[in-house]
């Protein structure tokens, strides 16, 4: 089992509506979790941190923390064309070695 | 705040070529990583510093690659002699440190063997 899934295809939304990418980790002690932005040539951008159970919520951005089921998402609120990414799923173990382990990330389209 | 600086940002190589990638992190950060990224993938790290010590190089093909991060505060990757599959996206990321765990990117470096 890999790290990080992220296991749906591209993800197409029309435009103003809500997109919702989803995470899942293997490993239990993970303590750090992120999402990254990333535009195609370009390098991951930060975009969300979250660090225990519940939502956060950042402009239009909720990152969605549950530890017990091992699993993180990401919410767009009212897409936009300029959301249309590569989103990255990014989590950190044991603080200890801190090193983030990566998903494949998920690409969202934004119809117009 | 200037953001996480990295040079060059295209190299074209051929294979067996030596080939070199320097980073210089945010200032203050005292953690800097060295990933690849391959296409359709996540970064990989490669190795990771403390100040000037590399605390996580377990995934470093020591063979023929290798780092340094002289006074702790630059990087440089090095990798001789480079293969095919050593081509992809080279990328530097920095973190404060003491605690603070968000990483920051630079642009990358896009190797291309040949």
């Known amino acids: 089992q890999k790290e990080v899934e992220q296991n749906s295809g591209p993800l197409s939304v029309p435009e103003g509506a809500i997109a919702s990418l989803n995470c899942t980790y293997s490993d239990r002690v993970s303590q750090s979790f992120f999402w990254y932005r990333q535009y195609s040539g370009k390098s991951p951008e930060l975009i969300m941190s979250i660090y225990s159970n519940g939502d956060k919520e950042d402009g239009r951005f909720t990152a969605q923390l549950n530890k017990a089921s091992q699993y993180v998402s990401l919410l767009i609120r009212d897409s936009q064309p300029s959301d249309s990414a590569t989103y990255l799923c990014a989590v950190n173990g044991d603080h200890g070695n801190n090193r983030l382990a990566f998903g494949k990330g998920n690409q969202v389209v934004v119809i117009p | 705040e200037a953001g996480v600086v990295q040079s060059p940002r295209y190299k074209i190589i051929e294979k067996k070529q030596p080939v070199a990638f320097w980073c210089n992190p945010i200032?203050?950060?005292?953690?800097l990583y060295w990933y690849r990224q391959n296409l359709g993938q996540g970064p990989e790290l490669l190795i990771r510093?403390?100040?000037?010590?590399?605390?996580?190089d377990s995934q470093l093909p020591k063979d023929r690659f290798s780092a340094e991060r002289l006074k702790g505060v630059d990087s440089t990757l090095k990798i001789q002699p480079a293969e095919l599959g050593d081509s992809a996206v080279y990328l530097c990321?920095?973190?404060?440190?003491?605690?603070?765990?968000?990483?920051?990117f630079g642009p990358g470096t896009r190797l291309t063997v040949l």
């Open positions: 990321a920095s973190s404060l440190g003491q605690g603070v765990y968000e990483q920051f």
């Open positions: 200032s203050g950060h005292n953690t």
């Open positions: 510093y403390e100040n000037e010590e590399a605390v996580d």
